[in-house]
């Protein structure tokens, strides 16, 4: 099956973005020839990823984990059929990780505090298929060093999801911000539609302090290659809430 989903090289034979009919995901090369997607979009994706490997002259059993930044389904759609490969580990933040497993009701997002705009958004938005659960997830916790690109620190911001998740690989200058941020036609911005958005303000304020971050990946909109911490202290500074 040919893929249909778009691949944007960020960073040459190293890290890739892939274009999902909603929202985005990341191949990461290590070393070693080994991948890890970050984030497999909404079900159904499955295949596309799977070709999207093979047109990076990589093979699906190349693939050793996934991380899911959060448990929505423009995220973790798809995780059931990546996990499905075989030989693939899913990690997520052990309180998404809960809700991806099926242990926990999936929490909808509280726009009472949202600008208009967002609900009216929201409101649109197109139906998308509930996220197949995945029963083998592995837990992460705030600060753990996971062996992806020289040392992946986990770092959680809680506020999009409860067990919303950065992946900060700080020898590469490379932070997957899944939807805590949005970069959408250039305006990097606050992400919309979380379950608790002044939490969700302040887990943004930590980001200026993470050292080395120079390319941003997000959940949605172009990653920013090069220059990034400035894009992401520039955001925190815009909160008015
Ligand atoms: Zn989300
Ligand atoms: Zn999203």
């Known amino acids: 099956m040919e893929t249909d989903i778009e691949i944007v090289e960020l960073l040459p034979g190293r890290l890739h973005q892939l274009n999902f009919w909603v929202g985005q995901g990341f191949v990461w090369r290590d070393d070693d020839g080994t991948l890890t997607l970050i984030d497999a979009g909404p079900a159904g994706s499955g295949p596309g990823i799977a070709a999207a490997v093979r047109e990076l002259g990589a093979d699906p059993g190349d693939v050793r984990r996934l991380l899911l930044t ?17 030989g693939v580990e899913v990690l997520a933040h052990r309180l998404d990780a809960a809700v991806v497993r099926g242990e926990q009701p999936v929490i909808p997002p509280d726009l009472s505090d949202a600008p208009e705009w967002e609900r009216e958004f929201h409101a649109n ?4 298929p509930d996220v197949p659960p995945v029963k083998a997830i592995t837990d992460l916790d705030e600060g753990d060093t ?12 809680p506020g999009h999801t409860p067990g919303s998740a950065a992946y900060h690989l700080p020898p590469h200058g490379v932070l997957f911000l899944g939807d805590t941020v ?37 959940g949605h909109g172009d990653a920013i290659v090069g220059g990034a911490d400035v894009a992401l202290r520039a955001v925190v500074e815009a909160l008015t809430d």
């Open 70 to 86: 959060h448990f929505h389904r423009d995220h973790a759609g798809a995780a059931a059929e990546v996990a499905a490969w075989g």
């Open 125 to 128: 938005l197109a139906p998308m």
């Open 146 to 157: 996971l062996h992806v690109g020289g040392g992946t620190r986990v770092v959680a911001l």
């Open 182 to 218: 949005a970069n959408v036609e250039g305006h990097t911005m606050r992400g919309i539609f979380n379950v608790n958005r002044r939490q969700a303000g302040e887990s943004l304020k930590r980001l200026p302090q993470l050292d080395s971050v120079d390319v941003a990946c997000f």
